[in-house]
């Protein structure tokens, strides 16, 4: 250990972050080494970029964003919806799909206490939402005889709430076996004066890296290996909280494989010019997202000669991926953005600091920045009734009241 803390010490001199060894003489043996081998997993260059880039005005070049074609699911003749159907059909029936559930977010939004998934969307039947998105696959199961395998990624926050949750629940009758988890990364806050932050245990404080930290960790944790090794060759990636995702369509995948490319992506109507949401695009001619943060007021209220929204196309998290499209991917890192955001902290004088307002950074990569990989990307575009019922605020929109209401006018009308 003592060798150990040379090298700590020389780095956090290096970096200015010297004040993470504040507590150390009043740690526990096992925090003293766990706090030392965080500081010495940590990227201080990176970091030091990283609060460096949050004082830069983002700054969006339009010249190089142009529309993306998209396919609109409700025109398709039937001839093509059944071509399509058959080939993706096939390809799930022979095992050639994997789902992986994103579920490492924090939800802070929602205030659940506990891992999103765990929440009580609040049906007669009290299912929830880890339940309700495997209805999905048993629902597959039973009608197309396959078991499709079920990846979860959780992080190290809620890893275990979520495992205990599914063993609890005995995997809500889908076979155990079939399904895995796996890690997010993470990254250290920061304060606004760009010091790295303490837990209340004298530890780092880390956050899960984003949503766009799956390709690293499917990657790092041999999930992608062991997909291939399983003759897995589509992979769909969704997030936790649409209970309305559709983790199972032959459409999609049968859509991308007559086209020949190797990943799909849902999208939506934009609701209208302010709509906070991301909306597909072509940026320097490979396909992309731009957030509601970034979209100019001109581009956002563009419309074409039918009235449309030119930038309509939302982003929902509903991606498929052929699994060469994965490892091409997770070969490159990809940005992170600041958010800022609330938490609490231990400060130098051993006060614990929580706050109302946001106080501090956290690192996020978006999974929509690794689209740029690939030469092109199907957008196929879906009823917003049919597969997008989001469960994000406590109340109000996107919350567990409208999500309820879509979840049940759907399923009624089946
Ligand atoms: P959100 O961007 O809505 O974030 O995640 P969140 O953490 O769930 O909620 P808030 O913003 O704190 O209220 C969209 C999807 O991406 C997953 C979430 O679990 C959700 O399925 N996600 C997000 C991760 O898996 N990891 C992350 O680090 C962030």
């Given at each position: 250990m003592e060798e150990k803390l040379v090298k700590v010490k020389e780095l956090l001199k290096?970096?200015?972050q010297e004040h993470l060894l504040t507590y150390f003489d009043d740690l526990t043996p096992e925090n003293k080494e766990l706090l030392l081998n965080q500081i010495l997993d940590i990227d201080f260059e990176l970091m030091a970029n990283l609060y460096k880039n949050t004082k830069a005005e983002i700054e969006i070049d339009t010249?190089?964003?142009?529309?993306?074609?998209?396919?609109?699911?409700?025109?398709?003749?039937?001839?093509?919806?059944?071509l399509y159907y058959s080939k993706g059909l096939e390809a799930i029936?022979?095992?050639?799909?994997?789902?992986?559930?994103?579920?490492?977010?924090?939800?802070?939004?929602?205030?659940?206490?506990?891992?999103?998934?765990?929440?009580?969307?609040?049906?007669?039947s009290h299912?929830?939402?880890?339940?309700?998105l495997c209805d999905t696959l048993i629902l597959a199961k039973n009608t197309y005889g396959v078991t499709i395998p079920w990846y979860l990624m959780t992080s190290n926050e809620n890893n275990s709430a979520t495992i205990n949750f599914f063993e609890e629940h005995n995997f809500f009758g889908y076979p155990k076996d079939a399904v895995h988890f796996f890690k997010q990364g993470e990254l250290p806050m920061l304060s606004t004066d760009g010091k790295i932050l303490l837990n209340e245990n004298g530890t780092v404080k880390l956050a899960a890296n984003g949503h766009g930290g799956i390709f690293e960790s499917m990657f790092k944790n041999n999930v992608l290996e062991d997909m291939k090794s399983n003759g897995i060759e589509w992979i769909f990636i969704?997030?936790?909280?649409?209970?309305?995702?559709?983790?199972?369509?032959?459409?999609?995948?049968?859509?991308?494989?007559?086209?020949?490319?190797?990943?799909?992506?849902?999208?939506?109507?934009?609701a209208g010019p302010k709509e906070k949401v991301g909306v597909f695009c072509k940026r320097n001619g490979k396909p992309s997202v731009v957030e509601y943060t970034e979209i100019t007021?001109?581009?956002?209220?563009?419309?074409?000669?039918?009235?449309?929204?030119?930038?309509?196309?939302?982003?929902?998290?509903?991606?498929?991926?052929?699994?060469?499209?994965?490892?091409?991917?997770?070969?490159?890192?990809?940005?992170?953005?600041?958010?800022?955001?609330?938490?609490?902290?231990?400060?130098e004088n051993k006060q614990i600091i929580t706050s109302n307002q946001p106080n501090a950074y956290k690192f996020e990569a978006f999974i929509f920045d690794a689209f740029s990989t690939l030469d092109d990307m199907v957008i196929l575009r879906v009823k917003r009734e049919e597969e997008f019922a989001p469960?994000?605020?406590?109340?109000?929109?996107?919350?567990?009241?409208?999500?309820?209401?879509?979840?049940l006018n759907f399923h009624k009308k089946l």
């Open positions: 290096k970096y200015n010249n190089t964003i142009e529309p993306i074609p998209y396919v609109d699911k409700s025109k398709l003749p039937q001839a093509d919806l059944d029936k022979a095992g050639k799909l994997a789902v992986v559930t994103m579920a490492g977010g924090q939800g802070t939004r929602l205030g659940h206490n506990g891992p999103k998934g765990t929440f009580d969307l609040g049906l007669d299912k929830s939402i880890f339940e309700i969704g997030g936790v909280d649409n209970v309305l995702v559709k983790m199972v369509d032959p459409i999609l995948m049968g859509l991308c494989m007559t086209k020949n490319t190797l990943a799909g992506g849902k999208s939506l109507v934009k007021e001109e581009m956002a209220n563009a419309r074409d000669e039918n009235g449309e929204l030119v930038f309509g196309e939302s982003h929902i998290l509903c991606n498929l991926f052929n699994i060469k499209a994965l490892e091409a991917i997770s070969k490159n890192s990809l940005p992170y953005h600041s958010a800022f955001k609330k938490a609490s902290y231990m400060d469960v994000k605020n406590a109340t109000g929109t996107d919350s567990p009241e409208t999500a309820r209401e879509l979840y």
